[in-house]
C-alpha cells in the first residue's frame, strides 16, 4: 500500500517557489514489496510415466506433511480490453486500437552506439534451447513455464501490442491456456532478448550471436528485405540484418524509430505463424492503425512452433518443483515406459504446489551515507539546456529555501521549435533508483500551485516524479523532480504533460536513463512577470514534513563545478529575458549543493555547514562567505564612477562626484542600511538610501538621480551576509534584473483555478 506522502512530492514545489506561498496536490507512492514462496518438499513417485494430454483439476486436495502458502498465479487472456498488459492499456471499447505512447529514445555514448533510455528484460529464451534463463545466462525454468508479465507482476494479455519497459517473464503453469495463448508467451520469450539487443547491449552481440537469437525469424523468412528509399522515413523498413547493421553503425544519430519498427513488426508477424487464423483476426481488429497483420505477413504457409505441431508431451514424475501448475489430481491411468518394470495402472501420490507469487523485484537501497563517497557524475539535466540555477539555501541563511533550482530559456529556439515532448530537455536519472509516482485520484502530470490569494490572483501547473535511490535507517530517501514551467495550459488537456514523463511507477532505473522531458513554452504562454520555467529538486525523507530535506550533494566535484558557475553566472546575463526572482538565490553564494545548511539538512553528519560540496567533512573547512561583484549590478563597466563590495559594517572614502550620479546597490541579505553621507557646498548631511529587512535574501537596488558634491557611503551589516555598491552618472545606461522581460499569458487576468 503506497505511503509516499505528496506533501513530500509536491509540498516541496509548492514551498516558496517565486513570492507567496504555493499550495500543490498531494501524491502518495510508495517501494514495492517483496514476498518469498517457499518450495514444498514432498516428491512423487520416480516411476517415469507419460502424461496425458488432458488432466483434471480437482477443488481440493490434501496438502503434505510440510506447507507452503498457496498464491494466486497470473491469468492470461486474449481479450484486446484486458487491462494491465504491456503498453498501459486502458479498458473499455477500442482500448486493443490504442497504440502505446513511443516513451523511448536513444542516447549515443562514447562508442557511438544508440543506447536505448529504459532498462532491459531481465528473462528470456537461449536461443537454441528450451531454456528461459536470466542475462547472465544462468537457468531459471523451462519455457513451457513462462508466462509473460508487466513491471507489476500482472500476466500480459495475448494480442499483438508490442514488449514494453518493464515486461519480463515469470515462473508459472500454462495449464488453462489456449494454444494461441502459449504460442504468445514463447513469441515474447524470443523477443526479448532480441529486444535486448537492439536496445542495450548491440555493442557486446557478435554476428554469430545474433544470427541465433533471430533463428526463429530467419526460419520463417521473417524481415527479410531492408528498403530505405521511401519518400519519408515512415515509408522506410529494416530486414534482419539490416536493423543489425545499423544498430552496430548508427552515425550518431537517434534511430529508436526504425528500432521500434522492426520489433513490433516482427513480433506481429511471428505471432501470425504461430497461432490460429482467429488470433490473427484479433490483431487485425485491434491494430491501432487498422492493419492486417497477418497479411502485410505475407504467408504462404505457417511454420508454428515444432513444440506445438503435437501437443502430445512426455514429463517425469520426479521431485516436484516450486512452479508447476496449481494443485492438480495426477490421472489415474498412465503409459509405463518399456525399460521398467512399473504396472499399467499406477497411483501417483497427490502433491501440493505453489504457484510464483506476483512479485516486484526488490532494488537493494544504498544508505544515503553511499554517495558520501560515491558520488553520481549524471546531473539530472545536461547543462547546455539551462541558463541558470540555485543550491539549497539552507535553513541558517536569510532566507530558507527547500529545494534548488535549474533554470530553462523560453527563447532557445531549440524549444520555440520543438514539436513532441523528446524535443524538449531530457530529465535524467542521477542514480539507481526505483520511480515514484502518484496515486489515483491524484495526477503525477497535473498539480496547481495555487496563489489566487496574491494580489493580481495567479496560479501555474507542473508535474512531478520522485526517484527512491536511498535509505537512512528505515526511512526511505528520494530524489525529488518538480518540473514548473510557469504555465497554466491554454487552450491544452489536463493530459498535456503526461507524455512529457516516460516512466512508470515503481519502474526500476539506472542512472543516466531518460525519466522524461521538460515543457518549456513560448512566452505567450509563460505567466507574467519574474517567474523563470524550472525544475525544482532536493532530497527528501519520505513520509516526513515539507521541510524534512538534505542538501542534494551527490554529485561529483566537476558537476557542482559547473553548477556553481552556471548560479553565479548565468548563460544569458542577470538581464536575460527569462529571469525569475528566484535566480536571485544563488547570486554571490559560493560553490555548493548547499550554503548555510542546519544539522538536519546536512545529508552525511549531524553538524551544520557553511558550504556543502564534498563528504560533509572536507566542508568543515570551507568559506561560506557570499561575494557580490560590484562590476556587474546593471551599468556597463566603462560608465561606473566608483564601485566597491565587502562585508559588515563600514564607511567608505570620500568621493567627488562632479555631476549627477545615481548608485546601484546590492545585498545577499537583511538586515542591512545604506546611507550616503554627502557635503554639497552649503550642508553635510545623511540621506537613507536603501533598507533591507530582516529574513530576507538577496535584494537590489537602483537610486533616483542624486546632486553632484563630495559623498561617503555607510553601510549596517550587522549579520555580515555581504553587498556591493556602483555609482555611475545619471543619464549612464542601467538593467536591473527583470525590467526588461516580455509580456505574459498573466496575472492580471489568469482564467479560474481548474
Not at 70 to 78: G, I, K, L, R, W
Not at 87 to 116: E, K, T, W
Not at 643 to 665: C, L
Amino acid at each position: 500500500m503506497k505511503k509516499y506522502a505528496v506533501a513530500l512530492v509536491f509540498l516541496l514545489v509548492a514551498s516558496g517557489c517565486s513570492s507567496g506561498t504555493e499550495t500543490a496536490t498531494p501524491v502518495t507512492t510508495t517501494a514495492p514489496a517483496a514476498t518469498t514462496t517457499a518450495a514444498p518438499t514432498t516428491t512423487t513417485a520416480s516411476t517415469t510415466t507419460t502424461a496425458p494430454t488432458t488432466t483434471t483439476a480437482p477443488t481440493t486436495t490434501a496438502a503434505p506433511a510440510t506447507t507452503a502458502s498457496t498464491t494466486t498465479a497470473p491469468q492470461v487472456t486474449t481479450s484486446p480490453a484486458t487491462t494491465g498488459g504491456n503498453g498501459d492499456q486502458s479498458s473499455g471499447g477500442g482500448a486493443g486500437r490504442v497504440r502505446p505512447a513511443d516513451r523511448y529514445a536513444c542516447n549515443v555514448d562514447s562508442l557511438g552506439y544508440c543506447i536505448f533510455t529504459g532498462t532491459p528484460h531481465q528473462t528470456g529464451l537461449d536461443p537454441g534451447t528450451e531454456d528461459i534463463v536470466d542475462r547472465d545466462g544462468n537457468f531459471l525454468f523451462p519455457v513451457d513455464e513462462a508466462v509473460a508479465v508487466n513491471a507489476q507482476g500482472e500476466a500480459l494479455p495475448a494480442r499483438g501490442t508490442p514488449a514494453f519497459d518493464g515486461d519480463d517473464l515469470q515462473r508459472s503453469s500454462q495449464d488453462g491456456l489456449s494454444e494461441d495463448e502459449k504460442a504468445f508467451q514463447r513469441v515474447m520469450s524470443i523477443m526479448f532478448p532480441i529486444r535486448n539487443v537492439l536496445m542495450y547491449d548491440i555493442a557486446a552481440v557478435t554476428q554469430t550471436e545474433w544470427d541465433l537469437l533471430v533463428g526463429e525469424l530467419e526460419r520463417r523468412e521473417i524481415k527479410e528485405t531492408t528498403f530505405t528509399s521511401g519518400l519519408t522515413p515512415k515509408d522506410n523498413y529494416y530486414g534482419r540484418q539490416g536493423i543489425f547493421d545499423l544498430a552496430k553503425n548508427p552515425e550518431g544519430r537517434d534511430i529508436h524509430h526504425d528500432v521500434m519498427k522492426f520489433l513490433e513488426e516482427a513480433g506481429l508477424y511471428l505471432l501470425c505463424h504461430v497461432t490460429t487464423n482467429d488470433f490473427g483476426d484479433m490483431l487485425e481488429e485491434t491494430h491501432p492503425e487498422g492493419h492486417d497483420p497477418c497479411g502485410d505477413a505475407g504467408i504462404s504457409t505457417k511454420i508454428p512452433f515444432s513444440h506445438l505441431a503435437s501437443m502430445t508431451t512426455t514429463t517425469a514424475a520426479a521431485t516436484t518443483t516450486t512452479a508447476p501448475p496449481p494443485t492438480t489430481a495426477a490421472p489415474t491411468t498412465t503409459a509405463a515406459t518399456t525399460t521398467t518394470a512399473a504396472p499399467t495402472t499406477t497411483a501417483v501420490p497427490t502433491t501440493t504446489t505453489v504457484a510464483p507469487t506476483t512479485t516486484t523485484r526488490v532494488l537493494a537501497l544504498p544508505d544515503l551515507n553511499y554517495f558520501a563517497e560515491n558520488k553520481s557524475d549524471r546531473f539530472l539535466v545536461d547543462f547546455e539546456d539551462v541558463i541558470a540555477g540555485h543550491p539549497h539555501v539552507g535553513q541558517r541563511s536569510p532566507l530558507p529555501h527547500n529545494d534548488s533550482h535549474i533554470y530553462f530559456s523560453n527563447s532557445d529556439p531549440r524549444w520555440l521549435n520543438a514539436t513532441e515532448p523528446s524535443d524538449y530537455p531530457p530529465i535524467y536519472a542521477v542514480a539507481d533508483g526505483i520511480i515514484q509516482l502518484a496515486d489515483p485520484p491524484f495526477l503525477y502530470y497535473y498539480n496547481v500551485a495555487d496563489h489566487t490569494d496574491s494580489d493580481p490572483p495567479w496560479w501555474h501547473v507542473g508535474y512531478t516524479i520522485g526517484l527512491r535511490f536511498a535509505t537512512v535507517g528505515k526511512v526511505n530517501i528520494d530524489f525529488l523532480y518538480g518540473m514548473e514551467p510557469y504555465v497554466i495550459i491554454q487552450n491544452k488537456p489536463r493530459t498535456f504533460f503526461k507524455d512529457f514523463i516516460i516512466v512508470e511507477d515503481n519502474q526500476h532505473v539506472k542512472k543516466g536513463d531518460v525519466l522524461g522531458y521538460m515543457y518549456v513554452s513560448p512566452f505567450s504562454e509563460r505567466l507574467a512577470g519574474p517567474k523563470s520555467p524550472h525544475i525544482a529538486f532536493g532530497i527528501l525523507r519520505d513520509g516526513q514534513g515539507q521541510w524534512d530535506v538534505y542538501a542534494p550533494a551527490i554529485f561529483t566535484e566537476d558537476i557542482v563545478n559547473q553548477f556553481g558557475n552556471l548560479y553565479r553566472h548565468p548563460s544569458e546575463g542577470w538581464d536575460s529575458t527569462s529571469f525569475g526572482n528566484d535566480w536571485s538565490r544563488g547570486r554571490g553564494v559560493p560553490t555548493g549543493m548547499g550554503w548555510m545548511i542546519d544539522a538536519e539538512e546536512n545529508p552525511f553528519g549531524d553538524y551544520p555547514l557553511d558550504v556543502l560540496m564534498y563528504d560533509g567533512i572536507r566542508d568543515k573547512e570551507l568559506d561560506g562567505s557570499a561575494y557580490l561583484d560590484s562590476k556587474t549590478l546593471g551599468f556597463n563597466q566603462g560608465d561606473t564612477l566608483a564601485n566597491f563590495e565587502g562585508r559588515g559594517d563600514t564607511t567608505s572614502e570620500t568621493y567627488q562626484f562632479d555631476t549627477d550620479w545615481r548608485v546601484i546597490i546590492a545585498t545577499i541579505g537583511g538586515p542591512a542600511e545604506f546611507s550616503a553621507i554627502i557635503d554639497d557646498g552649503y550642508n553635510r548631511y545623511s540621506m537613507s538610501i536603501y533598507d533591507q529587512s530582516p529574513d530576507q535574501n538577496f535584494g537590489i537596488y537602483a537610486s533616483p538621480i542624486m546632486s553632484p558634491g563630495s559623498v561617503a557611503f555607510e553601510v549596517s551589516d550587522p549579520e555580515n551576509w555581504g553587498w556591493a555598491i556602483a555609482v555611475a552618472p545619471a543619464d549612464a545606461a542601467y538593467t536591473l534584473p527583470g525590467d526588461n522581460l516580455p509580456e505574459g499569458s498573466c496575472p492580471p487576468g489568469c482564467p479560474p483555478l481548474p
